[in-house]
């Protein structure tokens, strides 16, 4: 059974930075696109990061310059390092496939709070 496992989340304050890891056991994210997304209190999932499979990125005007997409040297792992945090950042982290390819996890969460 193929699970996506986000981790890294937690509480940090106005101008801290995170990395959160997402993990898929069994595939090779190196053959998809993959992507980050977030879901504040009472709005729906937004797409946050973007990774092709050849490396190109691309992020959302909200967080352009502060978060970086990133794959790791194992085949099954994506980071997203997000520094400057932002109170808006606040929200449930969750990675997958650019086409949402996989069933979604429970995602990490973050909270930017003073």
């Known amino acids: 059974q193929e699970q996506l496992v986000e981790s890294g989340g937690g509480l940090v304050q106005p101008g801290g930075s995170l990395r959160l890891s997402c993990v898929l056991s069994?595939?090779?994210?190196?053959?998809?696109?993959m992507a980050w997304y977030r879901q504040a209190p009472g709005k729906p999932r937004e797409w946050v990061a973007f990774?092709?499979?050849?490396?190109?990125?691309d992020y959302a005007d909200s967080v352009k310059g502060r978060f970086t997409i990133s794959r790791g040297n194992a085949k099954n792992t994506v980071y997203l390092q997000m520094n400057s945090l932002k109170p808006d950042d606040t929200a449930v982290y969750y990675c997958?496939?650019?086409?949402?390819?996989?069933?979604w996890g429970q995602g990490t969460q973050v909270i930017v709070s003073s």
């Open positions: 990774i092709t499979s050849g490396g190109s990125t």
């Open positions: 069994r595939t090779i994210f190196s053959i998809y696109a």
């Open positions: 997958n496939t650019g086409g949402n390819k996989f069933t």
